[in-house]
Nanobody
């Protein structure tokens, strides 16, 4: 059973940066698409970025393009979300999620496409 644990959230000023980590255990991420999602109070959970396992291709929401990047550390079975130029609109609980598709495909930003979820980490952007 794959288990995911996020860390790295916190309070940051507008324009600052944070790096979130998603550490996987119970299985290797070699055959899993991994996505980062966020949910702000009163809003639906939305996809932020994802990474396809078979070729490393990424997909991102328009709101974070050019500011966020996703990467994987194979040795440590960890996926990172580097967030730069943060704004108050980025404030949310951030979740990582993973799913093993039946065949190689481009990762999705739809939460319903992911089976395994972490517990989330709070990111607050405020001065």
């Amino acid at each position: 059973q794959l288990q995911l644990v996020e860390s790295g959230g916190g309070l940051v000023q507008p324009g600052g940066s944070l790096r979130l980590s998603c550490i996987a255990s119970g299985n290797t991420l070699d055959y899993y698409n991994v996505g980062w999602f966020r949910q702000a109070p009163g809003k639906e959970r939305e996809g932020v970025m994802c990474r396809s396992y078979f070729d490393g291709r990424t997909n991102s929401a328009d709101s974070v393009k050019g500011r966020f990047t996703i990467s994987r550390d194979k040795t440590n079975n960890t996926v990172y979300l580097q967030m730069n130029s943060l704004t108050p609109e980025d404030t949310a609980v951030y979740y990582c999620a993973a799913d093993r598709p039946p065949r190689p495909n481009i990762c999705s930003l739809e939460p319903g496409r992911y089976r395994y979820w972490g517990q989330g980490t709070q990111v607050t952007v405020s001065s």
